[in-house]
């Protein structure tokens, strides 16, 4: 069968033949029909990622669509190494095929589940926001980062403060403000101060390193003993720098609750039962994905586009 192939941690993939897959005990082999090119696929295929193996060759691929040998369309993931969603077919336990409603097609779907998860689960579960609160989002302008501003309006946000680079992707989001980060830090840290004078109860964190060092120092210096206000910072990502220094007199001077969302700090169980409600809200408009659709066999060169608020999807 054809699928892209990693022979070596960092590189692009390329596309060519590999063994095909079979099933074991409580397995199934899915016709790959579509798969999205999240960051997380792109940090294991480099060895980055904390859940890689390392094993090589490999195929890359988190989750996707397809068929099943009686023609049913299914949601798909956790495919058994070496074998990933980027191929022909692959093979997967039965438990983490999911039926796919009519009313979501398979862009959206193999697109929406691993932005979708991330920011649905970072904003209702591990934040844990509350109607009338005011979230910042750090790196709001990638299709995570939009997925939790719609999440955080559709969860009843007061305020919402979307933050990037690429402030331009924010155009017609429904934002109360924008913060660039491409100006200098002593602006950034300014704007943070500002929204800060009036309260941050959630902040989702997709950057990570400087900055959410500059967001916590100016948390910190906005202190006011008399008048304290918990926030909520939730950690998902970390394309901005994978540590950051945290000073002890920010922890004494805000009341701070940090936590993380991904593999490991979210159940699995939540995880899988936030897809129904993902593809209910796709079908039903009020969460969806810009998909930028690609054949399979143009892997090598897709690989290396920088996602601008869309996510590549390979089709078979």
Not at 183 to 209: C, K, M, P, S, T
Not at 273 to 289: D, K, R, S, Y
Request: with cysteine; hydrophobic share 45%.
């Amino acid at each position: 069968m054809k699928a892209a192939v990693v022979h070596q941690l960092g590189q692009a993939p390329k596309y060519e033949e590999f063994q095909e897959p079979a099933a074991g005990d409580g397995e199934v082999i899915v016709n790959v029909r579509a798969a999205g090119l999240h960051p997380i696929v792109k940090a294991i295929a480099s060895g980055a990622h904390y859940s890689g193996t390392g094993e090589l060759p490999m195929v890359p691929g988190t989750d996707g669509v397809g068929t099943l040998a009686d023609g049913s369309r299914v949601f798909f993931g956790f495919s058994r190494k070496p074998w990933g969603s980027m191929a022909e077919r692959t093979v997967v336990p039965r438990g983490f095929c999911l039926p796919l409603p009519d009313g979501i097609d398979d862009l959206q779907a193999a697109a929406i589940v691993n932005p979708g998860m991330s920011a649905w689960l970072s904003v209702k579960d591990r934040a844990a926001l509350m109607a009338g609160e005011t979230i910042l989002i750090l790196g709001a302008t990638g299709v995570a980062g939009h997925l939790a501003i719609r999440s955080a309006r559709y969860l009843g946000a007061k305020r919402v403060i979307a933050v990037g680079r690429n402030v331009s992707a924010l155009a017609g989001e429904p934002v109360d403000a924008v913060i660039g980060l491409g100006q200098a830090e002593d602006a950034i840290r300014d704007a943070f101060a500002a929204e800060a004078a009036n309260g941050i109860d959630v902040v989702i964190d997709y950057l990570w390193g400087r900055p959410t060092e500059l967001l916590l120092e100016a948390l910190a210096k906005g202190f006011k003993a008399s008048a304290t206000r918990p926030t909520r910072l939730v950690e998902v990502g970390e394309s901005a720098g994978k540590t950051i220094t945290l000073r002890g007199d920010t922890l004494r001077s805000i009341d701070l609750t940090m936590k993380g969302s991904g593999f490991g700090s979210v159940p699995l169980d939540k995880v899988l039962g936030a897809i129904p409600t993902l593809f209910a809200m796709n079908a039903a408009g009020e969460l969806t994905v810009d998909v930028e659709p690609a054949p399979l066999r143009d892997v090598e060169a897709a690989w290396q586009r920088v996602e601008k608020g869309r996510r590549i999807v390979f089709t078979t």
